[in-house]
């Protein structure tokens, strides 16, 4: 995968995303993990092709748009968790 001893800001902003998505896996609307895993897709692609800057300004735009999401995300987890 990729090279773990040298982590970029791309790559640790993937691994979060990556960590996001399997916390709300189950308890999120189909379309923020639709979301979810498109910024994950970006942030592969230009961690493997190490794409110009107008590439990797694409991923962190993504990544923005996917953590605007989030604090929807946890406000439902945490009413799923109250009502249990």
């Not at 189909?30 to 794409?51: A, M, N, Y």
């Amino acid at each position: 995968m990729f090279d773990k001893s040298n982590p970029s800001p791309i790559r640790e902003a993937l691994e979060l995303v990556r960590e996001i998505r399997v916390k709300v896996q189950g308890n999120a609307e189909d379309s923020v993990i639709r979301q979810l895993d498109e910024v994950i897709g970006k942030l592969e692609e230009t961690c493997r092709t190490r794409q110009n800057r107008k590439a990797n300004q694409k991923a962190l735009e993504l990544l923005g748009e996917a953590i605007k999401w989030l604090p929807t995300v946890i406000e439902f987890i945490e009413l799923l968790q109250r009502h249990k």
